[in-house]
């Protein structure tokens, strides 16, 4: 089992970026793990495995990139163009599993 921590979040203007940190509790190199975020439900926007795979929702395309650090096992979300609607409390897990951390809360207002 893994566990995870997320940190980064933050109070950000429309438009602005952060970047976001999961620190995993073992090693991440074999593992398909995804950025989620939680608004009304929980749902997943991003995810990174293999050699280079990545996915995302359709809402943040374009504009979050997903990305890791196997010797810290640490997996990035890389923020920009924030929107009001991308607040939300934001977890990583691997797929599959609900290994939920602390989270990290988003908030993009003006």
């Known amino acids: 089992q893994q566990q995870f921590a997320e940190s980064g979040g933050g109070l950000v203007q429309p438009g602005g970026s952060l970047r976001l940190a999961c620190v995993a509790s073992?090693?991440?190199?074999?593992?398909?793990i995804g950025w989620y975020r939680q608004r009304e439900r929980r749902e997943e926007i991003a995810r990174v495995g293999?050699?280079?795979?990545?996915w995302y929702h359709d809402s943040v395309k374009g504009r979050f990139a997903i990305s890791r650090d196997f010797a810290k096992r640490t997996v990035y979300l890389e923020m920009n163009n924030l929107k009001p609607e991308d607040t939300a409390v934001y977890y990583c897990?691997?797929?599959?599993?609900?290994?939920w951390g602390q989270g990290a809360q988003v908030t993009v207002s003006s």
């Open positions: 293999g050699r280079a795979f990545t």
């Open positions: 073992g090693e991440i190199s074999s593992d398909l």
């Open positions: 897990s691997r797929i599959g599993y609900s290994e």
